[in-house]
Each structure stands twice: as C-alpha cells, then as structure tokens.
C-alpha cells in the first residue's frame, strides 16, 4: 500500500475518469489503472464499479475507504506545503468549489492578485450547484467553497466576500423597463421562469412576503438556460445582480423592497493547509477594499 495509489484513487473518483485523472497525474491510463486494481488486489475487494453506461461508480466499501484516503492525501499534502512555506517556495493546491455568478465575476480578482504572489501554488475548480458545493466540503472534495449565506446553522467557518442585490429581470421590449424599480405586485400575472435549486425557496419568500404567487412557466437548473429564455422573451425571473449583469441583452430593475444575499467563502479552519490560509487571506484582502 502506497500514498500515491491513494492519490490516484481520490482523482479517479473526483473526475469521474481514468484518461482525466491520468492526464492531471501526468500518467499513462494503464498506470492508472494498474495503481487501482493493485489497491485492490492488495486489500481483496473492489473499490469501483466500471459501468459502461453509467460511468465509474464506488462500491459500498470504496464509499467507506476514499473518505480515509482523501484525509491522508490531504495530510501529507499539508506536510508538502508547510515545508515548501518555511523554506519560501511556495507550493501546493487550493481545490475549490464555485457557482457560476462567483467564477464570473468573483474569483478573477481573486486569482488575478493571489498568482503574482505565489505562481507556484495550483488551483482545481469544482463548479457546481450550491448543493453540491456544501456536499463536497462535507466530502472533502474541495478545501474551500464559494457559498451563499443562509439562517441556517452551519458546520463551517466563513468568510464574508461581496452583498449581492436580488433584481428583477426581463427581454429589452419588456413594458418593465419603463419602471424606476418593481414591485412583486407588478410582476405577479407575468409568466415567470423560476430557478430550482436552493434558490426557488428564497423567491418564493419574497412572493409570499408581498401575499403573492408567481406565474410558473419553466422551472430550470441551469442559469445561463434561464438568461437565454429571458432574453427570448419567455419570461421574466428574479435572480443575482451579479449574474445578470454579465449577460449585456437582458435588463434588470431593483425590487422595490431591497433585497440582497450574502456570498462568502466556507472552510473548516482546522484543516486549512498552507496554500488554503493564503488564498483566504488574500480574498479578505481583495474585497475589504471593495466595500
């Protein structure tokens, strides 16, 4: 049994792939697999479940074991980066989880500053759904998380990036554009795309705090979906300013009553390696100054 093999096998399974992960390990795909199925023979079971249609899949006891191994790559990955800072060649990874809006329009500037201190630091992206970002810190798949903050309790330490304003948005020949800003009374018998997700609880608040109902046409997951079928004319929907705006054919007005969510980055201080603790501090620092 060798660390490595469990390397291997963490990036099998976060990409999901034997040719994606030997192309991140800069292996041959026999290797790979070789470094695997050795795993296996050595512990006489079977981690991986290779479903042709399906894809790879882990089997009961690969579910069990890859939670140990990430820890331990992860470890030794810390070990790595806390020699590489004393030594002042800094060097490591940041696996980071992202919704679409906060890769746009949040993480370039980030990246931008954090790069010309420390080139020699990598970056993996996971983008996902809000979900699927807070599955993943509970995981271990990712370090850090770009996420939106909730009344909910959470098991995670987090730090406040930007407040993004909540808006109404519509085609360029929609009648709302004659408006200074919308009320949900104004929009009510208008057909409406809504977001599923996380989100569609959060605007169907606002609906019910104005003792209204939207007027569903499409319920869809993917935002860039939603921008091309509100572009089209098919409906109007209430979403991120900071999304919005990256989409320069769509408009958008303010709600009358304000409304604005949070975004900040999670992450569970006790395990934050070297690389993870700069990133942070340099995204504080990056957005102290926007406010």
């Given at each position: 049994m060798t660390i490595s093999r469990f390397e291997v096998f963490?990036?099998?399974?976060?990409?999901?792939?034997?040719?994606?992960?030997?192309?991140?390990?800069?292996?041959?795909?026999?290797?790979?697999?070789?470094?695997?199925?050795?795993?296996?023979?050595?512990?006489?079971?079977?981690?991986?479940?290779?479903?042709?249609?399906?894809?790879?899949?882990?089997?009961?006891?690969?579910?069990?074991?890859?939670?140990?191994m990430r820890e331990i790559v992860s470890r030794?990955?810390?070990?790595?980066?806390?020699?590489?800072?004393?030594?002042?060649?800094?060097?490591?990874?940041?696996?980071?989880?992202?919704?679409?809006?906060?890769?746009?329009?949040?993480?370039?500037?980030?990246?931008?500053?954090?790069?010309?201190?420390?080139?020699?630091?990598?970056?993996?992206l996971f983008e996902g759904t809000y979900e699927e970002i807070i599955d993943?810190?509970?995981?271990?798949?990712?370090?850090?998380?770009?996420?939106?903050?909730?009344?909910?309790?959470?098991?995670?330490?987090?730090l406040p990036l930007v407040k993004d304003d909540i808006v109404v948005a519509f085609s360029e020949r929609h009648f709302l554009n004659k408006y200074e800003s919308v009320t949900i009374k104004d929009i009510a018998n208008e057909p409406f795309i809504m977001p599923k997700g996380m989100y569609a609880p959060y605007i169907f608040e606002i609906f019910k705090d104005a003792h209204a109902e939207p007027n569903i046409c499409f319920e869809v997951q993917d935002c860039t979906t939603i921008a091309n079928l509100v572009k089209e004319g098919l409906g109007i929907t209430i979403g991120s300013k900071l999304f919005l705006k990256t989409h320069s054919q769509l408009k958008y007005k303010d709600l009358a009553v304000k409304n604005v969510r949070d975004i900040s980055l999670a992450f569970n201080s006790s395990k934050t390696s070297p690389a993870v603790q700069a990133f942070l501090k340099e995204a504080r620092r990056v957005y102290d100054k926007e406010q």
């Open positions: 963490t990036t099998v399974v976060d990409l999901g792939s034997f040719t994606k992960a030997a192309k991140k390990l800069n292996m041959t795909q026999p290797a790979v697999s070789h470094a695997v199925s050795s795993l296996e023979s050595e512990w006489g079971v079977s981690l991986l479940i290779r479903d042709k249609k399906k894809g790879l899949r882990l089997t009961e006891i690969g579910q069990k074991t890859v939670i140990h030794i990955e810390k070990i790595n980066q806390e020699i590489a800072f004393a030594s002042n060649i800094e060097k490591g990874t940041v696996r980071l989880g992202i919704f679409y809006s906060a890769s746009a329009c949040l993480l370039p500037k980030i990246l931008a500053q954090f790069q010309r201190k420390y080139p020699n630091i990598e970056f993996v993943w810190l509970e995981s271990g798949v990712v370090d850090v998380g770009f996420i939106i903050e909730t009344n909910e309790a959470t098991a995670y330490e987090t």
